[in-house]
């Protein structure tokens, strides 16, 4: 895969090192020594502050719509699975919404110990629990298996990360019922066969689409594609 269409919307502030996480080609062990050194900065490098990093704040644009379909997720003491939780940028969007128990986890053990660093105004731990190590392309272990009411997979289904078929692995984290969002960059969207695996898992008793948003905010220079699925009972 070239370059343009692996860092499109990429401005030169972000292409460094965005486009060289995108280049690992999902090697899972060269991933995780990627964000071993990227933790500390990786805030600063996609968008400090809420203005520049819009993807927290789309995955709330996406709940709200959730919400109309399946309003038990409303419920501020629903659980949520972070996967892929980083820093924990998400969490804390979703922790200001009001929402309560919030799991996170990740292949990189040096961005959980940044995200168990993050606090509500209280001065509470945002999350209830984390997890580093976590490969979502696996079948989840039976602690966070059918785990969550809410899962969010934000800022994972992107170039060089894990394959859109890794879909059917994340759908395992939802209680049968639950929702699950995922983001997805338009470098991997117009490269990969998401929409054709996403089109097929929605075709089947799986899941149901509840919405998709085209175009939402997503690092500071690029928006993004927003996935609400309903994942239904399984047998």
């Not at 639950?178 to 799986?206: E, F, K, M, N």
Request: charged fraction near 25%; aromatic fraction near 8%; charge should be negative.
């Amino acid at each position: 895969m070239d370059d343009e269409p692996r860092t499109a919307g990429l401005n030169d502030k972000t292409k460094r090192p965005l486009g060289q996480s995108m280049s690992l080609g999902g090697d899972r062990e060269k991933l995780a020594e990627y964000y071993a050194a990227w933790a500390e900065t990786y805030d600063s490098d996609v968008g400090e502050t809420d203005d520049k990093y819009g993807l927290p704040g789309s995955v709330l644009v996406a709940l709200d719509t959730a919400v109309e379909q399946v309003p038990e997720i409303g419920d501020p003491g629903i659980t949520i699975l972070d996967a892929g939780c980083g820093t924990g940028r998400v969490a804390v969007a979703l922790g200001a919404a009001g929402y309560r128990v919030i799991d996170g986890v990740d292949l990189s053990p040096e961005m959980v110990a940044i995200a168990e660093r993050r606090t509500r105004s209280d001065g509470s731990p945002l999350y209830r629990r984390l997890e580093g190590g976590v490969d979502l392309t696996q079948p989840p272990s039976p602690a966070w298996s059918a785990h969550a009411d809410l899962v969010v997979v934000g800022g994972v289904f992107t170039v060089g990360h894990i394959p859109p078929d890794a879909i059917h692995q994340v759908i395992k984290l939802v209680k049968p019922g639950g929702v699950l969002i995922t983001t997805v960059r338009p470098g991997y969207y117009d490269t990969t066969d998401y929409a054709q695996v996403s089109a097929a898992l929605t075709a089947s008793p799986a899941a149901d689409l509840v919405a998709e948003f085209a175009s939402l905010p997503y690092t500071e220079d690029t928006d993004g594609r927003y996935f609400v699925y309903r994942i239904n009972e399984r047998s």
